[in-house]
T-cell receptor
């Protein structure tokens, strides 16, 4: 199984809502990532988790709150978002933190903030 | 209307021709590079990677070339097919074993039948 799954596929939320994005992998990978991708732009790294611990936060606003409950799951909690936060949110995983391996991406969650 | 900066560089090729997609990377300390393919509505899909101790690596119908002197990466696709139509991103592992990938701006490959 070389798949990273993400739910939901699409999400529309108001600026006062609280929602969560979910990501799951069963490849035994110990590094997991959140990226944000705007239309016609490359993915931009938001967070890196290594062995379920947050290792990189790319100065992401606190209205985005990541969580790694176990080695297979990664969540992104959303609260008080702005319309400019509308984007494709991608989750990825790789084999071992601290070593260079390819990152496998999920299909993404298309988020629209109204 | 569209704004400047929202247009991806585009490479248009005929089916059956070879394609070459170029990428300039930024960090001379980057030691690992990946090419990804992203189709509309999907996440990036791994194509091929190369480490900085190599100049060339070949896969099935794809070849990646690395020129560290000028910090340049290229992806060659042989006998391009309509299914190759997508946006292609290069990515560099930024600063050793931090697992931090920085993506290039992307190139839209359009294959004409």
């Amino acid at each position: 199984d070389t798949e990273v799954t993400q739910t939901p596929k699409h999400l529309v939320m108001g600026m006062t809502n609280k929602k969560s994005l979910k990501c799951e992998q069963h490849m035994g990978h110990r590094a997991m990532y959140w990226y944000k991708q705007k239309a016609k732009k490359p993915p931009e790294l938001m967070f890196v988790y290594s062995y379920e611990k947050l290792s990189i936060n790319e100065s992401v606003p606190s209205r985005f709150s990541p969580e790694c409950p176990n080695s297979s799951l990664l969540n992104l909690h959303l609260h008080a978002l702005q319309p400019e936060d509308s984007a494709l949110y991608l989750c990825a995983s790789s084999q071992e933190p601290g070593q260079t391996y390819e990152q496998y991406f999920g299909p993404g969650t298309r988020l629209t903030v109204t | 209307g569209e704004s400047v900066g929202l247009h991806l560089p585009t490479l248009s090729v005929q089916e059956g021709d070879n394609s070459i997609i170029n990428c300039a990377y930024s960090n001379s300390a980057s030691d690992y590079f990946i090419w990804y393919k992203q189709e509309s509505g999907k996440g990036p899909q791994f194509i091929i990677d190369i480490r900085s101790n190599m100049d060339k690596r070949q896969g099935q119908r794809v070849t990646v070339l690395l020129n560290k002197t000028v910090k340049h990466l290229s992806l060659q696709i042989a006998a391009t097919q309509p299914g190759d139509s997508a946006v292609y991103f290069c990515a560099e592992n930024y600063g050793g074993a931090t697992n931090k990938l920085i993506f290039g701006t992307g190139t839209l490959l359009a294959v004409q039948p």
